[in-house]
């Protein structure tokens, strides 16, 4: 089984509203993919629809298990981090690892107190006394720490400092991710994420309106740097869009002979939020 | 076994989260029952040393070795059963505070999510709230309450030895610390099969309720007893308002599971061969065989059901 999760024609309303529409995916193993998409796109519905947090139309298999009905069996293999103040309060560190090792089968405490050594977090303290990048960190030690096949983390590094966003992609390229493993991120910070994905899925007002690998971005879409004396020769290509930054034309362009374009400036691989815009503004020209 | 575990962490995660009302509230409680008593002890003494007769609280002391060793079983079965119905007082209202948190402030705080990621059914984890409540805090408060009753023993014991008297006559042999517990734990079982349907409907406004989970448990069965009211009185027919005794009948017993034998209609049975501890607990299991506990435990587990499926269906942010 290659496909982690494959959906057919999965939606999901609210009321009129068309949180989820027709979408059509598969994520193999070992892939880390980027879901990007403005506020209210539907980026945390789909993933709840994943975790069988909620209810839809369509078909939806993660891990070959239909997620709204088994829930709780599909979490032994799933881990998700949701928010930033997700972990209860009251709860001390130890208690943390005391209950999820009882409750998790595929849990190591050894592993996550080995990472929670590299913090500077102690055993009894509180969540209710930790900054939030100390809450991430020691969520981030139990995720870890879990055997799970699938992690999903919805906006994982949201309100967090530069130091500890870093370190926390830092942390689940070298010790987490090993090519068996499936991880899913939404964030805004995209920038932040852009060199660890493999593919990426762009989603707009329920549909998705991109699914791509990295390779095949970087194959089709090519980001010029246009000396003003090529402007009219670059414009004659039809950029999805161009931006001017100090004295030199970023141009965006899809599908384009790259020979032809490195004639024009220096070419390199689009940023994916510069992409993403792009893409949005086609759409709606479209 | 796994599902063992798992309630065993479940369970154990409750009182990590509510040490102070399952643990410290019944601590404080006794330590306040201690420190009452020798308060009183010594107020007695030096009141009565300043009114010059300086011998009235031994005199006192003195007189009650005279009482026959049937009156001070009767003292100390009352001593006890006045302090354990305190301690069910009490472990009602933590009960009723804890469940109508129980499905609501993971919520609230957002860890719902966080729960919701481990392994664990959701009905698995509503059961495990609810057996909390019924059996797990209340063995605590028979632990700290017997706890309680045998650090009092010893400080009386103190006192009388002080006066010169025989402890073991007058504490060891009329008081059984036995009894004592025997009827506080059949009390807290009889607390709680009456309220059970209390505890079910606690628990289904907890989950419901997306703001305010108390006042949705009072304020809809007030406003449904007021409608009733107001139809009948419109209706002109001032019939059967029996139907709201009901209700509080359950939280009456509850509240005072050591008169539920006669709170129940039934006659006290009276036995003069029986000491006052076994009249009670005879009494009160005498409660317990009426149509009216298995009604409520019906509507307990329809309620829990309830509140399961909202955890599972709608409760996921």
């Known amino acids: 089984m290659t496909n982690i999760i494959s959906t057919k024609n999965l939606s999901k309303s609210y009321g009129k509203f068309k949180a989820l529409d027709d979408i059509n995916l598969t994520i193999g193993k070992g892939k880390i993919v980027g879901l990007i998409g403005p506020n209210g796109a539907g980026k945390t519905t789909l993933l709840k629809a994943m975790l069988g947090l909620t209810a839809y139309d369509g078909d939806l298999e993660v891990m070959g298990i239909n997620p709204f009905k088994e829930r709780a069996k599909l979490m032994e293999d799933i881990c998700f981090i949701a928010d930033v103040a997700v972990l209860p309060k009251w709860i001390k560190v130890n208690e943390v690892l005391d209950f999820v090792e009882e409750t998790h089968p595929k849990f190591s405490r050894s592993k996550a107190e080995a990472f929670l050594k590299k913090t500077k977090l102690g055993l009894k303290q509180k969540v209710k006394s930790m900054s939030k990048g100390?809450?991430?960190?020691?969520?981030?030690a139990i995720?870890?720490?879990?055997e799970a096949k699938l992690l999903v983390l919805d906006e994982p590094t949201l309100g967090l400092d530069i130091i500890y966003r870093k370190d926390f992609y830092d942390n689940l390229l070298n010790d987490y991710f090993d090519h068996e493993r499936t991880i899913i991120i939404t964030t805004h910070q995209v920038e932040e994420i852009e060199h660890i994905l493999t593919d990426l899925l762009f989603i707009k007002e329920g549909k998705i309106v991109l699914d791509s690998s990295m390779d095949e971005l970087t194959e089709e879409y090519f980001e010029?740097?246009?000396?003003?004396e090529n402007y009219e020769d670059a414009m004659s290509f039809k950029p999805l869009q161009s931006r001017k930054v100090f004295g030199k034309h970023v141009m965006l362009f899809k599908h384009v002979n790259r020979g032809e374009l490195e004639a024009l400036g220096d070419v390199q691989r689009p940023g994916v939020a510069d992409l993403f815009v792009a893409m949005l503004k086609e759409e709606e020209a479209a | 076994m796994r599902i063992v575990n798992t309630y065993k962490a479940l369970i154990k995660r409750e009182f990590w989260e509510h040490r102070g009302a399952f643990i410290k509230a019944p601590i404080i409680m006794s330590i306040v029952f201690i420190v009452l008593s020798i308060g009183f002890y010594i107020t007695a003494?030096?009141?009565a040393d300043k009114s010059g007769s300086n011998d009235i609280v031994s005199q006192l002391i003195n007189e009650s070795s005279k009482l026959s060793s049937e009156k001070l079983s009767m003292i100390w079965d009352g001593q006890m059963m006045g302090m354990s119905s305190i301690f069910l007082m009490v472990l009602y209202f933590v009960l009723f505070f804890f469940l109508l948190g129980s499905l609501f402030d993971d919520r609230k705080d957002q860890s719902v999510l966080f729960?919701?990621?481990?392994?664990i059914s959701d009905a698995t984890t509503v059961f495990s709230k609810i057996i909390t409540a019924m059996f797990f805090v209340p063995i605590?408060?028979?632990?700290?309450?017997?706890?309680?009753?045998?650090v009092l023993m010893l400080i009386f014991t103190a006192i009388l030895l002080i006066h010169g008297l025989s402890p073991i006559?007058?504490?060891?042999?009329?008081?059984?610390l036995y009894a004592g517990g025997k009827v506080m734990f059949v009390g807290t079982m009889t607390q709680m099969l009456w309220a059970l349907p209390i505890y079910g409907w606690l628990i289904f406004s907890s989950s419901i309720s997306k703001r305010r989970p108390f006042l949705f448990s009072v304020f809809v069965p007030a406003i449904f007893a007021f409608s009733w009211y107001w139809i009948n009185v419109l209706t002109f027919k001032f019939t059967d308002f029996t139907m709201f005794k009901k209700p509080l009948n359950y939280a009456g017993h509850a509240m005072l599971p050591y008169g539920s034998g006669s709170l129940n209609g039934n006659s006290f049975r009276f036995n003069p061969e029986e000491s006052t501890i076994d009249l009670i607990m005879n009494n009160m299991l005498s409660s317990l065989a009426s149509l009216e506990i298995l009604y409520g435990a019906i509507f307990c587990s329809i309620m829990v059901g309830l509140a399961i499926w909202l955890r599972r269906y709608r409760n996921t942010t």
Do not use: D, E
């Open chain 1, 134 to 140: 100390m809450v991430v960190q020691l969520h981030l």
């Open chain 1, 143 to 146: 995720v870890m720490s879990i």
């Open chain 1, 224 to 228: 010029v740097m246009v000396p003003s």
């Open chain 2, 45 to 47: 003494i030096v009141l």
């Open chain 2, 115 to 119: 729960w919701k990621s481990l392994p």
């Open chain 2, 140 to 150: 605590v408060f028979v632990g700290v309450y017997l706890a309680l009753t045998l």
């Open chain 2, 169 to 176: 006559q007058l504490i060891w042999s009329p008081a059984s």
